[in-house]
């Protein structure tokens, strides 16, 4: 590679190249992964095949065992393996329908074999269940089970399934091979990439490290040559692009700079002399302004001292208004809130005579349940006493009114219960007049405090109204003091204001002087410093 090529060529031609084998190597991997995938696939669905047979097989075993176990004891549980068998082999002829897809052979063969269970499920199967079922004719279903016929259709589909597995070993042979095969590929792609770009990742390496590793080690130590003071010297150029500009322009500036330094050693000279002179003239002007601002302060401080004494005074009087402000608006709530609790105790007065009410119509609602429980008790005694007497005409029937009495006992006991049943909730009737008694007497007292808790709010609230109309006069007395009170701050802050301007002149005429007198100090010390720089380098 040309030495005159330039830095972003040689690092732009590497990682092409590096990405460029990277692709081909990733390329040639992808292709032979996408081969052994569909290689690995076929050998997949050929297993599947060869497992699809096998139930294909074990389905008609099993049609054939439960058959048999049929015939034999005669009961319709040895029919289970039969059964399960049809569906198994349906789902199995289903299964290689779908994998044998358009294959003519194998779909000729396995039509064969299907063709030939089925006829065994008709022929044989079918036909000797049906016989089997009449026990005369069991004999003849056996028989038919043990013909030759039988045996032949099973032959047939055997024959089919083992020509479908046949060549389905042959696809497999060739299969395992393809497998291998891919696999050889991945692996010979995938190593044989990654040593390619291991070779030219060295390649680059030694090539990078003699045109820009070696160049760039020159002009650091010149660099460092440099910063050390040394002047004198001059790199030498042996490169082309970037590296060779580089040089030249290093030693282009190495020379500005040995004029520079030589230039600020007189310049320097001359700086330190004119800012002795500045620092000089900057020190006796700013002890004629801190004169000045001494006296401008004394003034300020009397007059602030009197600012400060109005301020308090206003500020007095606008807390005292705020205060007052505040009580004359907690007047005004508080006038409202007697105001609402009036009319709470309005609503609950009202409410408690509604509840009166209630409580008088379900102690009337109470008497009448009252009145029919009396009702019940008067059919529950005549009951009893019905119950007594067909007791009686059952005992004077003798043997053919032992039923009736039966009846009349029943009845009397219906009685009896229906008795204590009044009995309790009378009871518990009472117990609910007494509380409905005490709850109209707790109303009524309800209603009498409501009553007079409305009258004591009515004169709580004309008691707040007077005071909330006393403090907002004594609101307005206040604000007129204020009022005064802020006419004469405002004449005293116009003279602080004249006097602050006075007084921010002196300081900034001061800060001035201070700032000039540390800039002179600066310039000196910056003339020196550069005098000892410009003494470090040497040309």
């Known amino acids: 590679m040309p030495q005159s090529l330039g830095l972003n060529r040689i690092l732009g031609g590497a990682i092409g190249i590096i990405a460029l084998v990277s692709v081909l190597s990733s390329g040639a991997v992808l292709v032979t992964g996408d081969q052994l995938r569909d290689a690995t ?59 044998v897809g358009q294959d003519a052979e194998r779909t000729r063969l396995l039509a064969a074999a299907v063709a030939a269970a089925r006829s065994w499920q008709t ?9 089997a079922a009449d026990p005369a004719k069991r004999a003849e279903a056996v028989r038919i089970e043990a013909d030759g016929q039988g045996k032949q259709l099973f032959d047939t589909f ?83 692009g970037e590296v060779g500009r580089l040089s030249a322009t290093l030693n282009t500036m190495v020379a500005g700079l040995s004029d520079l330094a030589r230039t600020n050693r007189a310049a320097t000279a001359d700086l330190n002399a004119a800012a002795a002179e500045i620092r000089a003239s900057a020190q006796e002007q700013a002890a004629s302004v801190e004169q000045q601002f001494a006296a401008v302060q004394e003034t300020a401080a009397t007059v602030d001292e009197i600012t400060h004494s ?25 006038l409202r809130a007697v105001s609402d609790t009036a009319k709470a105790m309005e609503a609950i007065r009202e409410q408690a005579e509604a509840v009166a009410g209630n409580i008088v119509s379900l102690s009337e609602k109470t008497q009448t349940i009252g009145d029919i429980i009396e009702t019940v008790n008067d059919i529950s005694e005549r009951t009893h006493l019905l119950a007594l007497n067909a007791a009686i005409e059952a005992a004077a029937a003798g043997e053919s009114g032992r039923s009736f009495a039966v009846v009349a006992s029943e009845m009397k006991l219906l009685a009896d219960q229906a008795k204590a049943a009044t009995g309790q909730v009378r009871g518990i009737l009472g117990e609910i007049q007494r509380g409905i008694n005490t709850s109209v007497m707790l109303t009524e007292e309800a209603v009498k405090r409501a009553a007079a ?87």
């Open 158 to 240: 055997r024959e089919k399934l083992s020509a479908i597995e046949g060549l389905e070993e042959v696809v497999r042979t060739a299969l395992a091979e393809r497998v291998a095969r891919g696999e050889r590929n991945e692996s010979i792609a995938l190593w044989g990439g990654t040593l390619i770009t291991l070779l030219i990742c060295l390649g680059i390496g030694i090539a990078i490290n003699r045109l820009i590793v070696q160049p760039l080690v020159r002009v650091m130590a010149f660099v460092g040559r440099v910063g050390e003071g040394d002047l004198s010297s001059q790199l030498a150029v042996r490169a082309g």
């Open 453 to 539: 808790g409305k009258t004591r709010s009515d004169t709580t609230q004309r008691t707040i109204e007077e005071i909330t109309a006393r403090v907002e006069e004594n609101v307005q007395t206040f604000q007129q003091i204020v009022a005064s009170t802020n006419q004469q701050q405002l004449g005293i802050e116009q003279v602080m204001g004249a006097l602050q301007n006075i007084r921010q002149a002196s300081q900034q005429t001061a800060a001035g002087t201070r700032q000039v007198e540390a800039a002179s100090a600066n310039l000196t010390e910056l003339a020196q410093a550069l005098m000892a720089l410009a003494e470090r380098y040497r040309n």
């Open 41 to 99: 696939d076929a050998r997949s669905r050929s297993n599947q095949l060869v497992r699809a047979l096998d139930s294909f097989r074990a389905a008609m075993l099993n049609q054939e065992t439960g058959l048999r176990g049929y015939l034999i004891t005669g009961r319709d549980g040895s029919l289970e393996p039969y059964r399960a068998g049809r569906q198994t082999l349906d789902e199995a002829i289903d299964r290689l329908r779908g994998l």
């Open 310 to 334: 109005g301020a308090q005074i206003s500020k007095r009087a606008t807390e005292v208004i705020a205060t007052a402000q505040a009580t004359a608006q907690t007047s005004r709530q508080g």
């Open 123 to 131: 022929e044989v199967g079918e036909a000797a269940i049906r016989m």
